[in-house]
């Protein structure tokens, strides 16, 4: 088993910064593939941004603004967001599978085995 806890959100002004974490604890082995998903209220949960080994995804929306990491030592994911606007506004979710090759498994909210409880993220005008 595995287990995910996000920290880090909060409440900013447009263009400011915020850095969320995910601790993951347990069989880290079924953790290769990690990433950030987000839900606003009223949508569909979306991926955000996905790393696996040395390969990084983003969606179109927030390249160029965030910014994906992972400390192996640590066991955590990182997610850096700059020059943040109202429209990440959202519930930010850390999500693991054991792997991911294509596009679809990294930033596809089906398929992701392990999901965290969320970090709520608000960004006003």
């Known amino acids: 088993q595995v287990q995910l806890v996000e920290s880090g959100g909060g409440s900013v002004q447009a263009g400011g910064s915020l850095r969320l974490s995910c601790a993951a604890s347990?069989?880290?082995?079924?953790?290769?593939?990690m990433g950030w998903f987000r839900q606003a209220p009223g949508k569909e949960r979306e991926g955000v941004a996905s790393?696996?080994?040395?390969?990084?995804r983003y969606t179109d929306s927030v390249k160029g603004r965030f910014t994906i990491s992972k400390d192996k030592a640590k066991n955590t994911l990182y997610l850096q967001m700059n020059n943040l606007k109202p429209e990440d506004t959202a519930m930010y979710y850390c999500?693991?599978?054991?792997?991911?090759?294509?596009?679809?498994?990294?930033?596809?909210?089906?398929?992701?085995?392990?999901w965290g409880q969320g970090t709520q993220v608000t960004v006003s005008s």
């Open positions: 347990g069989d880290t082995d079924s953790t290769l593939c």
């Open positions: 999500a693991a599978r054991v792997s991911c090759v294509t596009s679809g498994q990294a930033l596809g909210v089906t398929g992701q085995r392990y």
């Open positions: 790393i696996f080994a040395v390969n990084t």
